[in-house]
């Protein structure tokens, strides 16, 4: 795939080849299979962290919840869901620890009531197996990375702590675990890209980056 191809992605017409394009999601016709791409890709991780388990009861309200969601896309390959993505803005609260154990409600009441911030999120990005490293991740990153210097705001995403080779990926296109958040069996990083941690409130980032498994020591 040729690096102009895939820069094309994102403008509303263009294609990645000759048959694989974006646009946004129809959040009842385009659910379920965008609901079998993610538990294909993220299941692994899941079930690693839940005793071999997959929380079916908690993942699909979880998925369909904010699949309806401003920024949200489908990839298709012809006629075919081959993944989906979203770039959004929401409000995140102030976490400076590089640990948090949420075990209580009133752990989650204590966070919710922290100050917020602005920021972008790159979030539900899940690819058909067969599709990923071939740069269409990269494109995503590349274009929320955008929309987070034109806005201003730093860009931040979640990932689960041992999806090694999704951390990775985030690493390598500039992006650094600031607190690593456990609650029940979901252990996440949440991170920041680094060149937008100066549009932190205060124009300096507010926490020391957080080693994941994949960072070098």
Same mark, same amino acid.
């Given at each position: ?34 609901? !079998? ?68 409600? !009133? ?10 911030? !602005?920021?972008?999120?790159? !979030?539900r990005m899940y690819i058909e197996p067969d599709y990923q490293r071939h740069g269409i991740g990269t494109a995503i990153m590349k274009k ?64 020391t980056p957080v080693q994941t498994h994949n960072t070098p020591r």
């Amino acid at each position: 795939m040729k690096l102009d191809c895939l820069r094309r992605i994102f403008s509303r017409h263009a294609r990645l080849t000759d048959d694989i394009s974006y646009r946004p999601v129809d959040p009842e016709k385009d659910l379920d299979a965008a609901y !079998q791409i993610f538990k294909k890709t993220i299941s692994p991780s899941v079930m690693a962290l839940n005793n071999g388990v997959w929380p079916e009861h908690e993942r699909y309200p979880f998925f369909k919840k904010g699949f309806s969601e401003h920024g949200m896309y489908m990839l298709m390959h012809g006629r075919k869901p081959i993944g989906c993505f979203c770039i959004t803005k929401l409000e995140l609260p102030h976490i400076d620890e590089p640990v948090v154990a949420i075990k209580t409600q !009133q752990d989650t009441d204590e966070i919710n009531a922290r100050p917020k911030y !602005q920021a972008v999120i790159l !979030q539900r990005m899940y690819i058909e197996p067969d599709y990923q490293r071939h740069g269409i991740g990269t494109a995503i990153m590349k274009k929320a990375l955008e929309k987070a210097h034109n806005e201003k705001l730093p860009l931040e995403l979640e990932v689960l702590a041992n999806n090694d080779n999704a951390i990775a990926g985030y690493e390598k296109n500039g992006y650094r675990a600031y607190a690593l958040v456990t609650k029940d069996w979901n252990r996440k990083y949440l991170m920041r890209h680094k060149d937008t941690e100066s549009y932190m409130p205060g124009n300096k980032p507010d926490v020391t980056p957080v080693q994941t498994h994949n960072t070098p020591r």
